[in-house]
């Protein structure tokens, strides 16, 4: 990120949130599981797999936890009833990772449960740095339970990442592999981009070359001809590559055309200030964005 992107990146915080609702409102389905499933149909139709994730993170209260797994529920429910190729998303802090491990455990345990019954894939995201040892424990611990349709996430922009690629090598998990969107210090993590992409391609090759299941998380045109190249001799079930909802549509669907399997990231609920501000960050057109929101907001009858 260039530095005057950075002072941009910094300016959102203090962006009203209707404004930030209605900048980032591409990226998520909409507040309900029906606009979930509505989205979600859509993408089926144009030859795009899904990931549905409930919005809601770094939860406080165990309740609110529990809230959440309860919408998974639901959200495997619709999935299975509206024959939807879709699989879940889960962010191990909405399940209460930071209240207590054992509740996270358990609620985590109840979701894959649930959507082993059905048949449906679920996804452990990857969050910042003090939830990863936690989380690759808790995918290690359904793994060895017998739970196969469960698979992580790897961040490329994190120095330990390609360290934790080969100590997942045993379980030949099934990995995101993505740069990582959490600010993290240069101790731990890298901070150029272009060390970010090699590390990427790095742990992508050790992923293949252990035998796993890669979903390439990128919309990095750099990055996606480095995948493409090394999958090109794979069969298309071997790998998948994915994308944010609202980011790059028509190039997911050229890689669909392709032959490619394409699966969208798809958000939706009523919390959608965290997943919106850190979409906003990565938009190449911010400040023209938030420029122009502002004009707007200084004419009489806008906003
Ligand atoms: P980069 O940010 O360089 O984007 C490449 C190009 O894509 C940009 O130049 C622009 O054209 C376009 N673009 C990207 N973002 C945009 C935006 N918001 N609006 C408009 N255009 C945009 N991270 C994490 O830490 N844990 C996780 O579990 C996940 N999960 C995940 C799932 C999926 C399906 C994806 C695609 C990504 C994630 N991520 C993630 C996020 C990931 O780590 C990363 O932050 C983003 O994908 C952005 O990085 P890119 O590789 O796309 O490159």
């Known amino acids: 990120m260039r530095v005057v992107d950075r002072a941009i990146v910094?300016?959102?915080p203090t962006v009203p949130r209707p404004v930030v609702q209605r900048l980032s409102a591409r990226?998520?389905?909409g507040p309900t599981l029906d606009d979930a499933r509505r989205t979600v149909a859509g993408l089926n139709a144009e030859g795009k797999m899904a990931t549905?994730?409930?919005?809601?993170e770094v939860v406080t209260?165990?309740?609110?936890?529990?809230?959440i797994a309860s919408a998974y529920h639901s959200a495997l429910d619709a999935i299975a009833g509206d024959h939807l190729d879709a699989n879940v998303s889960v962010k191990l802090t909405a399940l209460g990772l930071q209240i207590d491990l054992d509740l996270c455990r358990s609620l985590l345990a109840t979701v894959v449960a649930d959507a082993t019954a059905r048949g449906i894939f679920v996804r452990i995201d990857m969050e910042d740095s003090s939830c990863t040892d936690d989380t690759l424990l808790l995918y290690r611990e359904l793994r060895e339970a017998g739970r196969d349709n469960v698979g992580v996430v790897l961040q490329s922009c994190l120095r330990r990442t390609l360290a934790d690629a080969d100590a997942l090598a045993d379980l030949r998990p099934s990995v995101r592999i993505c740069k990582g969107i959490y600010v993290e210090p240069p101790s731990i993590a890298y901070q150029?981009?272009?060390q970010i992409r090699e590390n990427f391609v790095h742990v992508l090759d050790a992923l293949l070359e252990a035998g796993c299941h890669v979903a390439v998380a990128t919309h990095d045109e750099w990055l996606?001809?480095?995948a493409l190249e090394r999958v090109a001799e794979m069969s298309r079930d071997e790998y998948e590559l994915q994308m944010l909802l609202g980011v790059r549509e028509e190039r997911a669907s050229q890689l669909v055309a392709e032959g490619h399997r394409l699966r969208v990231y798809v958000p939706y609920g009523e919390k959608w200030y965290e997943y919106s501000l850190r979409r906003l960050q990565e938009n190449p057109s911010l400040a023209g964005m938030l420029a122009k929101?502002?004009?707007l907001r200084a004419v009489p009858g806008r906003n």
């Not at 209260?61 to 809230?67: D, F, T």
């Open 192 to 194: 150029g981009r272009d």
């Open 224 to 226: 996606l001809e480095r």
């Open 61 to 67: 209260r165990p309740e609110e936890a529990e809230a």
């Open 10 to 12: 910094r300016l959102l």
């Open 27 to 29: 990226y998520i389905a």
């Open 293 to 295: 929101a502002a004009v």
């Open 52 to 56: 549905v994730d409930v919005l809601g």
